[in-house]
């Protein structure tokens, strides 16, 4: 228990992180960096010879050898072969943002080519997630010879079967946890089949397609199809479209995901891709690049084309090389992301309302209504998850079906466990990765869906409790709280999944003044103990116990838990305090 909190007014004890004194002025020395970047290392864990390593992780030295994984070498042969002989392929992607710079990374290596590719993108509202019979008929049809699943395919059995019987060679490049048998394909690459030996795990669908890539260029290389007049294509800049689909899809910030998502950032604040520099003017970022950026930025605004209108429009975006089009397609992507703030609310009310209702128990948190739009049923799933701390689970009915997703917390594998639920015959397919999953099923079957995931996960849960509680680096005064400060915990970045960024507290603040801003964020101005003052908010606290003690509180202490980073919203540049949690003091 550190400074005195067993329970937090989100109902969390605050831990302090245990370190290793002596491994941290070791660090600190050996690298010449502040006292902080140091301690911060040691706190993870990263032993002295890895130091330098960790603070610039490079591509080059965690780059795992494409070959490593399953199927990768038959995948890059039948790829290969069909660049050379100039086949039409088409690439079907999932409509989120990991499905989206998948398609796009193929697009845009074909295209450095001198060829395209098809991009068939479903109808989350027609046609659901994954490939289809139709759609793999239909891309025959149109002379398609191989197609790349992107971001799916690893279930698709029927689909597959559909595909073979029209002629059509598949491979799929997926991460989503696989069904007891594998379907026909061509090649499956994917790192979590259980016959995988990479230890690439950790990775996005934008990830193994990269790697993918890779493959193909090495072996394209050997066979000498690059020449003075064809060039190879640069893989390097690709590294932005790959870093944003792996930061939104939440993988773990650790090994080569790490060195992907750190050049990625660097990519991405040159610019180079026409699309995202028009969907960073439309969003207000500039400047060097930033995982918030990534994933609460960009990611929702190529989400919200799939959620409300078209996946396809995202794609679009990422490959247009023509700044009039990508400005259209931004301003029309941010538009929408409005319109799915709108539904959101609307529809996380109603989903409160209901999972007090239903009171399924320690293992979920559900809910599920006619009125749900299904385009905001994962939003409004992690929603839920961050108001209860424990899994949760949304359906949208329409006619005989309910389409839902669920988002889970760590330690809590949903996806097995809704794959558990589709072999019971509670659900008609289903599927997903440990922290989010998505299931359809029959509407009668609703209830004992939820209630067997519910009796399925609560020993997990149980088990995770630990993990949910607060882990803390130390006590800040106010006056510390500075953009100095800020620079130097940024160096252990990037930050997300598996390296989670540092929060402190500041003890014994008070409350000055509290306020409601944009999008339910609760504004505050503190004063430490030493009398100094803080900026801070907590993002989407307003109808929270967290957004109530700050707003209530007013003049009277609080322990304040949080990130200290520079706030740059609207060109700004100073340190604040992105508060997380409080206590009473």
């Known amino acids: 228990m550190f400074a005195g909190v067993a329970r937090s007014v989100t109902g969390r004890a605050w831990r302090l992180r245990e370190i290793d004194d002596r491994l941290a002025l070791a660090h600190a020395q050996r690298l010449a960096v502040p006292d902080i970047v140091g301690r911060l290392l040691a706190a993870r864990g990263v032993a002295l010879e890895e130091g330098a390593r960790f603070l610039d992780p490079r591509l080059r030295e965690a780059m795992p050898d494409p070959s490593s994984l399953a199927d990768m070498d038959k995948a890059a042969e039948r790829l290969a072969d069909a660049i050379e002989g100039h086949e039409k392929v088409a690439v079907f992607g999932d409509y989120d943002v990991d499905g989206a710079t998948s398609s796009a990374l193929l697009v845009r290596y074909f295209r450095a080519l001198g060829q395209g590719v098809r991009v068939y993108i479903p109808d989350r509202f027609a046609e659901g997630y994954g490939p289809n019979p139709r759609a793999m008929q239909l891309l025959a049809g149109e002379g398609a010879k191989l197609a790349i699943t992107v971001d799916c395919g690893t279930v698709a059995t029927s689909s597959l079967i559909a595909a073979r019987e029209a002629g059509l060679s598949v491979i799929v490049c997926d ?43 090495r072996l394209l290389r050997r066979r000498g199809y690059f020449t003075p007049e064809r060039a190879e294509p640069d893989l390097l800049s690709l590294l932005d479209l790959v870093a944003l689909g792996t930061v939104c899809d939440v993988a773990r910030l650790t090994g080569i995901n790490r060195a992907l998502v750190a050049q990625g950032l660097k990519v991405l604040s040159a610019t180079r891709n026409t699309g995202l520099a028009a969907l960073r003017q439309a969003a207000g970022a500039s400047g060097a690049a930033s995982v918030y950026e990534l994933g609460f930025l960009l990611g929702p605004r190529i989400n919200a084309g799939g959620r409300v209108a078209h996946g396809a429009l995202g794609v679009r975006l990422l490959t247009t090389e023509d700044e009039a089009e990508a400005a259209a397609l931004a301003r029309e992507l941010d538009g929408l992301n409005r319109d799915r703030q709108t539904i959101e609310a609307g529809v996380l009310d109603d989903a409160i309302a209901d999972c007090e209702r239903r009171a399924l128990g320690e293992g979920l948190v559900a809910a599920s209504g006619e009125g749900f739009h299904p385009g905001v049923v994962g939003i409004v799933a992690g929603r839920l998850r961050e108001r209860y701390a424990k899994p949760a689970f949304v359906f949208a009915e329409q006619g005989g079906l309910a389409r839902g997703s669920g988002r889970s917390v760590p330690g809590v594998d949903l996806g097995a466990a809704v794959q558990d639920a589709v072999a019971a015959g509670l659900a008609v397919n289903g599927g997903g990765h440990a922290m989010a999953a998505g299931a359809t099923v029959e509407r009668g079957q609703i209830d004992p869906f939820l209630r067997f995931l519910s009796d399925r996960l609560a020993p997990q849960v149980t088990g995770a409790r630990a993990l949910l509680d607060l882990d803390l680096e130390g006590l800040v005064s106010g006056a510390a709280v500075t953009g100095s400060l800020a620079d130097g915990i940024a160096r252990v970045g990037p930050f997300g999944a598996g390296n989670p960024e540092p929060l402190f507290v500041c003890a014994d603040a008070r409350v000055v003044n509290g306020s409601i801003v944009g999008q339910d964020h609760v504004r505050a101005i503190l004063t430490g103990s030493d009398g100094a003052r803080i900026s801070g908010i907590a993002f989407r606290a307003a109808d929270t116990p967290l957004g109530e003690a700050l707003l209530q509180r007013q003049g009277r202490p609080l322990h304040v838990a949080g990130r200290i980073t520079r706030d740059r919203f609207a060109g700004g540049d100073k340190a604040q305090l992105q508060i997380v949690d409080a206590a009473l003091a």
Do not use: K, M, W, Y
């Open 175 to 217: 991460h989503h946890a696989p069904g007891e048998t594998l379907p026909p394909a061509h090649a499956i690459v994917n790192p979590n089949r259980l016959d995988d030996r990479s230890g690439c795990g950790q990775l996005a669908a934008v990830g193994v397609t990269f790697l993918l890539l890779v493959a193909v260029n």
